[in-house]
C-alpha cells in the first residue's frame, strides 16, 4: 500500500535560520509531488510541484525552495527563515489517472 | 481559473442529525472531485473521490454527489457525531495542481 511520511511534525526555528522538511512516499512509483502551506485561519496555498526528478515548478514566489533528488523524496528548504514562513506544511502524492491526492500529516513550523 | 466555493463556513448541529455540507466549483470540465477531513492541527483525510462519470460515492455514513453541469457537489452526512467534527475541504484537480474550497468547519455537539 501506498504511504506518504513528513518530518519532523513540529519546529521552531529562529528568524534567518535555514528550514530543510522532508517528505518521502512509498508504494508508488513516478509520483507527482506537492508542497502546500496553510496559514493560520487560511486556506491551502500551493507552494511547489514536481512531475519527476529535478523537476520543480513553483506557484508562488517567496523565500522558499524545493528540490526532488529522489523519485519518491521531496524536500522543502529555505536559507534564512523569515516571520512570515510559519504555517503548516503539507507534502502530497498523486499518479496519473482519477486516484486523487494523498496528504502527508503535516508539519508545524513556527519562526521566532 | 477554477473557483470553489463551499457553504456554511462554520456548522455547528446537535448530535444525531443528518447534515449536508456544500460545494460548487466554477468550471464544470472536472475529471473528479475529492472531500478531505481535517482534524485541528493535522493533515488531510481523503474521505471520497467522485469520478466525472459518477454521480455519487458512499462510504459508511458518508455520501458524496457530483453535479457536474450545475457545478455542484454535496457531502451527506447521517446520524452525526461528536467524532464527526473537524473541517471539511472539497477539492477539484486544475492541471496537475488541485484547487480548494474554503471548507466547512463543523462541530457536532453531544
Known amino acids: 500500500s501506498q504511504t506518504i511520511h513528513q518530518w519532523p511534525a513540529t519546529l521552531v526555528q529562529p528568524v534567518g535560520s535555514p528550514l530543510s522538511l522532508e517528505c518521502t512516499v512509498e508504494g508508488t512509483s513516478n509520483p507527482n509531488l506537492y508542497w502546500y502551506r496553510q496559514a493560520a485561519g487560511r486556506g491551502l496555498q500551493l507552494l511547489f510541484y514536481s512531475v519527476g526528478i529535478g523537476q520543480i515548478s513553483s506557484e508562488v514566489p517567496q523565500n522558499l525552495s524545493a528540490s526532488r533528488p529522489q523519485d519518491r523524496q521531496f524536500i522543502l528548504s529555505s536559507k534564512k527563515l523569515l516571520l512570515s514562513d510559519s504555517g503548516f506544511y503539507l507534502c502530497?502524492?498523486?499518479?496519473?489517472?482519477?486516484?486523487?491526492?494523498?496528504f502527508g500529516s503535516g508539519t508545524r513550523l513556527t519562526v521566532v | 481559473k477554477q473557483e470553489v466555493t463551499q457553504i456554511p463556513a462554520a456548522l455547528s448541529v446537535p448530535e444525531g442529525e443528518n447534515l449536508v455540507l456544500n460545494c460548487s466549483f466554477t468550471?464544470?470540465?472536472?475529471?473528479?472531485l475529492q472531500w478531505f477531513r481535517q482534524d485541528p492541527g493535522k493533515g488531510l483525510t481523503s474521505l471520497l473521490l467522485i469520478q466525472s462519470s459518477q454521480r455519487e460515492q458512499t462510504s459508511g455514513r458518508l455520501n458524496a454527489s457530483l453535479d457536474k453541469s450545475s457545478g455542484r457537489s454535496t457531502l451527506y452526512i447521517a446520524a452525526s457525531q461528536p467524532g464527526d467534527s473537524a473541517t471539511y475541504l472539497c477539492a477539484v484537480p486544475s492541471g496537475v495542481m488541485l484547487t480548494f474550497g474554503g471548507g466547512t468547519r463543523l462541530m457536532v455537539k453531544p
Open positions: 468550471d464544470s470540465a472536472i475529471y473528479n
Open positions: 502530497a502524492w498523486s499518479v496519473l489517472g482519477n486516484y486523487g491526492y494523498t
